[in-house]
């Protein structure tokens, strides 16, 4: 099994890899992980995610236009 630190707070335990590439993963917040490691970020590719234990909450955002990139909450 690998493990890697994520920059979110949270680690990553590869469980196995498929012959095409796909992987079973088991992601573990930790408790005593920092509440601002929580930047909006996207993914290359689809996932499916299962939470096992705990709470799952998903914030969907939109990129604001301008200068900055800023991100703003967004209904689904």
């Known amino acids: 099994m690998k493990k890697e630190a ?11 890899t498929f012959f095409n590439g796909a992987r079973l993963r088991l992601h573990r917040w930790l408790p005593n992980r920092d509440e601002h490691n929580n930047d909006p970020h996207d ?4 996932f499916i995610s ?9 914030n969907r955002y ?15």
């Open 43 to 46: 993914h290359r590719t689809w």
């Open 6 to 16: 994520h920059p979110n707070g949270f680690v990553i335990n590869t469980l196995h």
């Open 50 to 58: 299962i939470p096992l234990w705990g709470l799952f909450i998903e």
């Open 62 to 76: 939109q990129e604001v236009t301008g200068d900055t990139p800023i991100y703003r909450c967004r209904d689904n």
